[in-house]
């Protein structure tokens, strides 16, 4: 979604690319052995700068009223703003991981972002009440389920730097966050099921890997607690690798009938911002997965197919963030050229 009345303006969705690119830092990176401590510091500090440039448009916008009505105007959009909430979160995350220093400073942060999600939480609820009233006069997909997204990432944080919360307080919010996933699923369902017409090319948005993804970070958020029995965990983590290979089956077919009649460039190689939702979703299985695989509490008859496939996995992870990141910049230039063409002009 863009801003269409302000040319300047940040993509609302921006938020998603400190999510991807976040979660690679706080997991999936690990994996790679030859990327030594200070390596990852500096693209950590690069990060936390990308963030700080992306976040003050965001806010500039969000305190600006013709474009935060505009924003909050469709009820499906509206909740791109998860994706803001979640990369705070991410990014906390990483700065605690290679800054341990500055844990206060970024507590402070995360207070701010804590106050942000309830107020999310809030327009999550007014917004759900407008899709449930006409369910197919929206088209509703993955991007819904960023309620979910923007709560357990939350609940990560918290039980990383606030060990002493009450149990009953975090159930509650995961639990918030699986009521959010539920109905938008099922809204989902009723806008591909019984709705209007649609196509696997124009209407399956990248978005929808979302509908895995907000499971990972759910179970990650679960691990990271210890609520639920190791035999329960894994069941719920074979269910979302299912669900994975289903969804992301659909977008390989979706991109075979995009290059069948758009061509290789048109077709998956140009940049849209929603893509850097599939890194984020990816990455989030990865961190998932290690989680549980480094806790001796989830041993189980899994444990010698998780290590091999966190191999697999996080090379996966690296080059699809690696692709992106190229197209970004690829299009970032091309924007510029433009912009330049037309000023000379």
């Known amino acids: 979604m863009k801003i269409e009345e302000n040319k300047n303006s940040i993509d609302p969705a921006s938020g998603a ?22 390596t990852a510091k500096t693209m950590s500090v690069s990060l936390i700068v990308l963030a700080a440039i992306i976040y003050k448009s965001l806010m500039k916008q969000l305190l600006n009223k013709s474009d935060r009505s505009l924003l909050l105007a469709k009820p499906v959009p509206s909740f791109v703003i998860g994706s803001w909430i979640a990369g705070v979160s991410v990014l906390s995350n990483v700065a605690v991981k290679y800054f341990p220093d500055m844990s206060e400073a970024v507590q402070v942060v995360m207070l701010f972002n804590t106050v942000m999600w309830l107020g999310f939480m809030a327009s999550c609820v007014y917004q759900f009440k407008e899709l449930v009233k006409r369910p197919t006069a929206y088209s509703p997909h993955g991007v819904v389920l960023l309620s979910t997204v923007a709560t357990q990432s939350v609940v990560i944080f918290w039980v ?34 019984g709705g209007n017409r649609w196509t696997l090319m124009d209407d399956w948005p990248s978005t929808n890997c979302i509908i895995h993804g907000a499971l990972s970070i759910t179970g990650l958020a679960i691990v990271s607690s210890g609520m639920l029995s190791g035999s329960i965990m894994m069941m719920f983590w074979l269910f979302v690798f299912v669900l994975l290979i289903g969804v992301e089956w659909l977008e390989m077919a979706r991109a075979v009938k995009r290059v069948h009649s758009l061509g290789w460039k048109k077709g998956i190689f140009t940049y849209h911002i929603s893509q850097w939702s599939r890194n984020f979703t990816f ?16 041993l189980n008859s899994f444990y010698p197919f998780h290590e091999e496939f966190l191999h697999v996995w996080a090379w996966i992870v690296c080059l699809f963030l690696i692709a992106e990141i190229v197209l970004w910049v690829g299009s970032s230039r091309y924007l510029l050229e433009r912009k330049s063409k037309e000023r000379v002009s």
């Open 160 to 193: 990383k730097l606030y060990p002493y919360l009450p149990e009953g307080l975090l159930i509650g919010v995961i639990s918030l966050g699986v009521f959010f996933y539920l109905v938008g699923m099922i809204l989902i369902i009723i806008r591909y099921v």
């Open 283 to 298: 990455g989030m299985f990865y961190a998932f997965t290690m989680t549980m695989h480094d806790n001796p509490y989830y």
């Open 17 to 38: 690319i400190i999510m991807a690119i976040g979660i690679f830092l706080y997991a999936s990176i690990d994996a790679f052995t030859w990327v030594n401590h200070f």
